[in-house]
């Protein structure tokens, strides 16, 4: 098994490809390792000293540092998750993942948030994934349009750029009722 590595934007984040589907219907993050018991895989990458974050992406695992050096972490990672998958461990312990958990809008608002979800899942969220993060839909109240951003996108120097210049402009440009998007969690 050959798994490769490549850098975010997040200097503190490292993106791990195993050359197959990791969570292909969904995405899950564990920011410490109590959160980390609903996956095996993320409970593995715990259990190596100086990791704070997992998150388990379509066919990526971006892993994020607290402390240490990359040249340091990355073969105990790469040993952890190469264990996992020869061992043939389910990267989740259940298949509970939902997607629309916690969102907000307003039911009038239905057709606008329709749009602003489309526009997320189809430009911006491709996009971010490349970096080994995720931005996902939260909600929308007052013309406010409010995301997640996970993985490598949580923390990183970058994000507030992405998301007031980046994403911002394309939702307003798109959806006139837009007037900002914020982060939350």
């Known amino acids: 098994?050959?798994?490769?590595?490549?850098?975010?934007?997040?200097?503190?984040?490292?993106?791990?490809?195993?050359g197959r589907p990791v969570l292909p219907d969904s995405t899950a993050e564990f920011r410490?390792?109590?959160?980390?018991?609903?996956?095996?895989?993320a409970e593995r990458l715990f259990a190596v000293s100086g990791v704070s974050g997992v998150f388990l992406g379509?066919?990526?695992?971006s892993v994020t540092k607290s402390d240490g050096e990359w040249q340091h972490l990355k073969p105990a990672l790469l040993g952890a998750i190469m264990e996992h998958f020869v061992a043939g461990?389910?990267?989740?312990?259940?298949?509970?993942?939902?997607?629309?958990?916690?969102?907000?809008?307003?039911?009038?608002d239905?057709?606008?948030?329709?749009?602003?979800?489309?526009?997320?899942?189809?430009?911006?969220?491709?996009a971010?994934?490349?970096?080994?993060?995720?931005?996902?839909?939260?909600?929308?109240?007052d013309g406010i349009v409010y995301l997640n951003m996970r993985g490598s996108c949580a923390g990183c120097?970058?994000?507030t750029a992405t998301l007031k210049h980046g994403i911002q402009n394309?939702?307003?440009?798109?959806?006139?009722?837009?007037?900002?998007?914020q982060s939350v969690g």
Not at 89 to 108: K, N, Y
Not at 110 to 126: A, F, H, N, Q, S
Not at 170 to 181: I, N, Q, T
């Open 1 to 18: 098994m050959f798994i490769q590595t490549e850098a975010t934007p997040n200097p503190s984040t490292l993106k791990f490809l195993p």
């Open 32 to 41: 410490d390792s109590a959160e980390a018991g609903r996956s095996p895989l």
């Open 58 to 61: 379509h066919d990526f695992i």
């Open 89 to 108: 461990v389910p990267v989740m312990a259940s298949s509970d993942l939902s997607a629309h958990e916690g969102e907000f809008f307003d039911e009038a």
């Open 110 to 126: 239905g057709e606008i948030v329709e749009t602003i979800k489309e526009l997320i899942e189809t430009r911006v969220r491709p």
């Open 128 to 141: 971010v994934a490349q970096d080994g993060g995720d931005i996902t839909f939260q909600g929308f109240r």
């Open 157 to 159: 120097p970058s994000s």
């Open 170 to 181: 394309l939702l307003r440009h798109f959806v006139p009722e837009v007037r900002e998007v």
